[in-house]
C-alpha cells in the first residue's frame, strides 16, 4: 500500500515538474478584466446589465503601507516569504482534484491576482493547475510589489468598484490614499463577500457581518504586529466605520436588484463560481423569471398598498413588508419574485428568498399530509391508525395536549401546569373533522394531530414536500402550526408539491449560464421526485379547495377559477400569509412588519385600519390581484378529484365513516360529540423530537434571516376570513397558529 502511494507521488512530482517547466506567463488577457453580466428573463429578452467599468488603476505607493497590510493580514500575511502558492494547500488541492473531487480554489494573493488577470474564469481542473504553475513561475520572477499592486487592481469590491481607489471612492468618497487603517480593513473585507458586505451601510446582517469580519482584520493585524494591542483596541472603541449610502445604478431598480441577487445565489450554489468572479463579469445569465408576471406581482402589491397602507397619516401602516414567490408547479421553475420596495429604495433583502418569517396555519397541510401517509398513535403502545380528513379531533380552545405515551405534555407557564392549547376565538367546535378544523384554521385539532403522528414523521413530509431543514423550528407543539419560517420561494414549492401530485421539483431561477462562448455545466432543469403518492397530494388539495369554498379563505374566490389555498396568520398578528395555487401556478405572499434598519418582528395590529391582521385579507388580496393577471388567457383547468380513502378514526379509534370526495362541510358543531359530516383526506411525513411547552404568547418571532425582514409566529382560527376595518376594537391575545 506505501508502495503504491509512493509511487502515486512521484507520479505527481514528474508530472508536476514537467508542467512546471513548460508554463510560461502570458499576456494579461483582456477577457479577464472587468466586463458586464447580461441577465435575460425567460423570453431570451434582455432584463439588465449589471455592471460597468468602474476602474482606475493606482501605483502601491498610493496606497497607505498600514492598508496594505489590512488586505496581506486579512488574505495572505506570508505574501512576502511565500513562494506564490501555500504549498501544503496546493498539494492538497492537486491530490482532491486528481482523485475526482471538485476543483479547489487558491488563497494566496499571488493566485488570486493571477486568476484576475490572466486566466479565465473557467472551473476546469486545467485552469487550476494553470493557475498554480504561473503563480509559481510570477512568484519567482515578479516583484512581489508588484504581485500586490496588481491584485489591489483587479480585485472586485462589490458596488460595481473594480480596484481599490474605486473602492475607496464608493465606499467612503476618498481617494485610496486617504484611506484609514479602519476604513482598509473594511474594504480588505469586502473582497471576500462583496455581494453582501456593499450593503453593510443599511443592511443589518451585512452590517453585522461587516463588523466581525472589520473586527478579524484588526486582529490579525495585531497578531502579525503591524499595529500595537493598543492601536488595534483604540480602532475598536472608535466604531465600524461604516460606508458611505451606495446608489445602485438604474438597472437595478424595482425588482430587478432582487431577481439579480436570487440568480447571482442560484449560480453560487450550483457552481463553484464566486462572488470574485461573478464580479469581473463576461457572463450571459438566462433566467426563468416572465417579464409580465414579475410587472403583475409588483403591480399587485402597489394596489394593495394605496389601497389600504397611508405610513404618513397612520404610524401602524409604516415598515410593513411584503414578500412573494410565484412558481410553475410543473417544473419549479420560479417566474416571479416581489422582494420589497426595491434596491434604490434602500432595500436590499430580498423578502421572497429570505427566512425568518413564520408561517403559521398554512403549516397544517403538511402534518394532515404526514397524517394521511403515516397514520396516528392514538392508544398508547398500539400501532398507528389510518386518518383521513373525516377524522375527529376535540377543536375546543384550552384543551390539554397528549402525547403519543398519552401524557400530558407539561407547561411550566400555566398555572396547571401542562400545556393548554388555544385557539384564536372560544368556539366550541367540539369533536370536529380534520377537513372542517383546516377550513375555519382551528389549531387544537392540528397540534394533537401532531403528536399523535409524530415530529419525525411530520418534518420528514415537510422536507420531503421542499421545505429546508434549517428553517424548521421543533422547540414546542406550536411547530404543527406554524413556528417555522421557511423563505416565500420555498412555501410556495411544498404547495407546488400538492399541486403536482405529490412531485416535488427543487425551485430554480438560471437555465442557462454562458461565459466566453462556452455553456456552464450545472444548470440542468432539476428533476422531480415522488414526495408522496398522487392519493395524498390530491386529497390535501381538496381539503384545500374546501379552505376557499367554505372558510378563511374565501376572499381568493374573486379568482374565478378553481382555487386550493391556505391562509396563516401569526402570535401578536407579526405576519400573514396566503398561499395558493391553480393547476397551472402556485404562488406564496407573506406580509409583515419590520424596520429594515433594525432587525425585530413587529405587531400588525391597526395595519391598514385593521385591529385583526390575518392572512385572508391584504395578503389574499394581493394573491388574487397577482393571478388574475398572470393567468388572463389561459384556459381554466380543473383539479384531478379527490380520492376515495375509506375509513378513518377519530380521537379514541372509533371508525370515522368513509368519506365522500363531494360532501360539503358542516356548521361547527354544538356538543363535543356533535356530528360532522365526513369529507376526504391527505397524507404527510415529518421529525421528532420531544417538545417543550410553548409560551401562551408570541414564542415564535424571529429575526430574518439571509439580511432581511421575515419573521412571525402562529395564531388560532379566525372565522370571519374578512374583518371589516376598524381602528377601535382592541384585538384579543392571539395564541399560535391561524388563518
Not at 182 to 201: K, T
Not at 238 to 258: D, E, I, L, R, V
Not at 393 to 415: A, R
Request: charged share 15%.
Amino acid at each position: 500500500m506505501s508502495g503504491t502511494f509512493l509511487l502515486f507521488v512521484g507520479g505527481l512530482l514528474g508530472l508536476f515538474g514537467y508542467a512546471y517547466a513548460t508554463t510560461t506567463i502570458p499576456s494579461a488577457n483582456p477577457s479577464t478584466q472587468a466586463q458586464s453580466n447580461t441577465f435575460y428573463w425567460s423570453d431570451g429578452s434582455v432584463m439588465t446589465t449589471q455592471g460597468s467599468t468602474n476602474r482606475q488603476n493606482v501605483d502601491l505607493a498610493q496606497v497607505p503601507k498600514l492598508v496594505q497590510w489590512d488586505f496581506l493580514a486579512a488574505e495572505n500575511a506570508t505574501f512576502y516569504s511565500d513562494p506564490g502558492v501555500d504549498m501544503q494547500g496546493m498539494l492538497r488541492a492537486v491530490y482532491h482534484m486528481a482523485m475526482g473531487g471538485e476543483v479547489q480554489s487558491g488563497s494566496t494573493i499571488t493566485q488570486q491576482f493571477v486568476k484576475n488577470t490572466y486566466l479565465s474564469q473557467d472551473q476546469s481542473v486545467t485552469r487550476k493547475l494553470r493557475e498554480i504553475m504561473i503563480s509559481l513561475k510570477i512568484g519567482g520572477q515578479m516583484p512581489k510589489q508588484q504581485i500586490l499592486q496588481g491584485y489591489l487592481n483587479t480585485c472586485y469590491y462589490g458596488r460595481d468598484a473594480y480596484g481599490i481607489e474605486a473602492a475607496a471612492r464608493t465606499y467612503y468618497h476618498v481617494h485610496a490614499s486617504q484611506l484609514t487603517v479602519s476604513q482598509g480593513a473594511f474594504i480588505a473585507a469586502a473582497v471576500n463577500e462583496p455581494s453582501l458586505l456593499m450593503h453593510a451601510d443599511t443592511d443589518p446582517k451585512a452590517k453585522a457581518q461587516a463588523k466581525a469580519r472589520w473586527t478579524y482584520v484588526l486582529d490579525r493585524m495585531a497578531r502579525i504586529h503591524k499595529i500595537t494591542d493598543a492601536q488595534e483596541q483604540q480602532y475598536l472603541a472608535a466604531g465600524f466605520p461604516t460606508p458611505k449610502p451606495y446608489t445602485p445604478s438604474a438597472g437595478m431598480a424595482g425588482q430587478t436588484g432582487y431577481l439579480v441577487q436570487a440568480a447571482e445565489k442560484y449560480i453560487e450554489a450550483h457552481t463553484s463560481l464566486t462572488d470574485q468572479q461573478l464580479g469581473h463579469g463576461g457572463y450571459q445569465i438566462y433566467t426563468t423569471f416572465e417579464k409580465k408576471k414579475v410587472s403583475a406581482l409588483s403591480t399587485s402589491v402597489a394596489a394593495m398598498e394605496r389601497k389600504h397602507l397611508d405610513p404618513q397619516h397612520r404610524s401602524a401602516d409604516k415598515d410593513v413588508q411584503v414578500g412573494a414567490a410565484s412558481i410553475d408547479p410543473s417544473t419549479g421553475a420560479i417566474v416571479a419574485l416581489y422582494g420589497g420596495p426595491g434596491w434604490n429604495k434602500g432595500h436590499w433583502t430580498d423578502n421572497a428568498d429570505a427566512t425568518g418569517v413564520p408561517v403559521g396555519s398554512t403549516f397544517k397541510p403538511l402534518d394532515l399530509a404526514a397524517a394521511l401517509d403515516h397514520g396516528a398513535v392514538l392508544s398508547p403502545g398500539q400501532p398507528a391508525s389510518p386518518i383521513t380528513p373525516a377524522s375527529k379531533f376535540d377543536g375546543d380552545d384550552g384543551i390539554t395536549i397528549k402525547n403519543q405515551q398519552g401524557q400530558e405534555l407539561p407547561d411550566p407557564k400555566d398555572p396547571t401546569g401542562l400545556l393548554h392549547q388555544r385557539n384564536d376565538v372560544s368556539t366550541k367546535w367540539g369533536y370536529i373533522t380534520l377537513r372542517k378544523a383546516m377550513e375555519q384554521s382551528v389549531n387544537t385539532p392540528y397540534v394533537q394531530l401532531g403528536e399523535y403522528v409524530g415530529y419525525d414523521n411530520v418534518e420528514g413530509e415537510a422536507l420531503k414536500a421542499g421545505l429546508l431543514r434549517a428553517s424548521l423550528q421543533y422547540d414546542t407543539p406550536g411547530f404543527y402550526i406554524g413556528t417555522s419560517t421557511p423563505s416565500a420561494i420555498r412555501m410556495a414549492d411544498a404547495y407546488a408539491t400538492f399541486d403536482d401530485g405529490g412531485i416535488q421539483h427543487d425551485p430554480y431561477s438560471v437555465t442557462k449560464v454562458v461565459a466566453d462562448g462556452r455553456q456552464l455545466p450545472g444548470f440542468d432543469k432539476p428533476k422531480g421526485t415522488t414526495a408522496m403518492p398522487a392519493s395524498t397530494a390530491d386529497t390535501v388539495t381538496d381539503v384545500l379547495r374546501g379552505v376557499v369554498e367554505h372558510g378563511t379563505g374565501t376572499n381568493a374566490r374573486a379568482l374565478g377559477r378553481p382555487v386550493a389555498g391556505k391562509t396563516g396568520t401569526t402570535d401578536d398578528y407579526k405576519s400573514a400569509w396566503f398561499i395558493g395555487y391553480t393547476p397551472q401556478l402556485t404562488t406564496a405572499v407573506s406580509m409583515f412588519k419590520e424596520d429594515p434598519k433594525n432587525a425585530g418582528l413587529q405587531s400588525m395590529q391597526g395595519v391598514g385600519g385593521y385591529a385583526k391582521v390575518f392572512g385572508a385579507d391584504m395578503p389574499t388580496e394581493i394573491w388574487t390581484g397577482y393571478m388574475t393577471a398572470a393567468l388572463r388567457g389561459l384556459p381554466v383547468q380543473q383539479f384531478p378529484p379527490a380520492p376515495q380513502l375509506g375509513q378513518g378514526t377519530d380521537e379514541y379509534g372509533a371508525p370515522s365513516p368513509t368519506p365522500s370526495a363531494t360532501a360539503a362541510p358542516s356548521t361547527p358543531p354544538a356538543t363535543p360529540t356533535a356530528p360532522t359530516t365526513p369529507t376526504p383526506t391527505t397524507k404527510c411525513r415529518g421529525h421528532g423530537k420531544r417538545c417543550v411547552s410553548p409560551s401562551p404568547t408570541d414564542t415564535a418571532g424571529t429575526t430574518a434571516g439571509t439580511g432581511g425582514g421575515l419573521l412571525g409566529g402562529t395564531t388560532g382560527g379566525n372565522t370571519s376570513p374578512s374583518p371589516t376595518p376598524t381602528t377601535s376594537t382592541p384585538a384579543p391575545t392571539r395564541v399560535r397558529g391561524g388563518p
